[in-house]
Nanobody, 115 residues
Framework: QVQLVESGGGLVQAGGSLRLSCAVS????????IGWFRQAPGKQREFVAT???????NYADSVRGRFTISRGNTKNTVYLQMGSLKPEDTAVYYC?????????WGQGTQVTVSS
């Protein structure tokens, strides 16, 4: 079992920045990768960024160059630094831990970008 808790969401003006955190606990040694996803109202959940157990990262085209995914020193926290935010970034942001063949999700944190 793996537990994930997101935090750091809020209301920000367009062009601003936010840092989301994902606190990971449980069988963390079994995690292959941790990713951030988001879901806007009326839309499907979409991939944002991921970081593998070896530190490799990948980003959606829509956020590349604006968002950065990273791990804390203990590797039990994953961050999503978001910059140059746009109204279309408004969504509930979720982190997900991949423990093949399973995936664990957090409860999400709301990010709202005002124009």
């Amino acid at each position: 079992q793996v537990q994930l808790v997101e935090s750091g969401g809020g209301l920000v003006q367009a062009g601003g920045s936010l840092r989301l955190s994902c606190a990971v606990s449980g069988r963390t040694f079994s995690i292959n990768a941790i990713g951030w996803f988001r879901q806007a109202p009326g839309k499907q959940r979409e991939f944002v960024a991921t970081i593998s157990s070896s530190g490799g990262t990948n980003y959606a085209d829509s956020v590349r160059g604006r968002f950065t995914i990273s791990r804390g020193n203990t590797k039990n926290t994953v961050y999503l630094q978001m910059g140059s935010l746009k109204p279309e970034d408004t969504a509930v942001y979720y982190c997900r831990a991949d423990v093949a063949p399973l995936a664990y999700w957090g409860q999400g944190t709301q990010v709202t970008v005002s124009s």
